[in-house]
Every structure is written in structure tokens, then in C-alpha cells.
């Protein structure tokens, strides 16, 4: 009785790491086939004047946030 069980255990584990060997193998294999006939899109276009000028908005609130906290700090002492 004792042994059947084991057998049955190692049956079940036996079955589970084919199929998941099987897995493995059949995901890269669509892997390869998706990158085959759909290549990866382009890079992205290089920034734009409209990306630089909001980097100079982020500075602008940057400086902003700063001026305030600073503000707050000293009113409050």
C-alpha cells in the first residue's frame, strides 16, 4: 500500500515537469515564430521642442515646490 502511493506520487510529479518542460518549449517556439512575422515596433522618434519645453516646466515647479517649502519653513520657526 505503502509503495503505490509513492508510485502514484512520483507518477503525478513525473507528469507535472513534462508538462511543464513541454510548456517551456512551446513558449519560445511562439517566441519565435511572433518575432518572425511581427518584429519588434520602431524606436521612439527623438524629443520634440514640445518635450525639451515642458523639461523647463519641470524645472519651473521644481523651483516653485522649493520656494514654498522654504517659505513654509521659515514662517513656521
Known amino acids: 500500500m505503502f509503495f503505490e502511493s509513492i508510485k502514484i506520487m ?3 510529479m513525473g507528469t507535472v515537469f513534462v508538462f511543464l518542460v513541454v510548456m ?7 517566441s ?10 520602431p524606436k521612439a522618434p527623438e524629443p520634440t521642442r ?7 516646466d519641470d524645472k ?12 513654509h ?3 513656521q520657526s
Open 60 to 71: 519651473a515647479k521644481v523651483a516653485a515646490i522649493t520656494a514654498a517649502i522654504h517659505h
Open 10 to 12: 512520483f507518477l503525478g
Open 32 to 41: 519565435k515564430i511572433i518575432l518572425k512575422y511581427l518584429p519588434e515596433a
Open 50 to 56: 514640445a518635450a525639451q519645453v515642458k523639461r523647463s
Open 73 to 75: 519653513q521659515t514662517t
Open 24 to 30: 517551456i518549449y512551446l513558449t519560445k517556439f511562439m
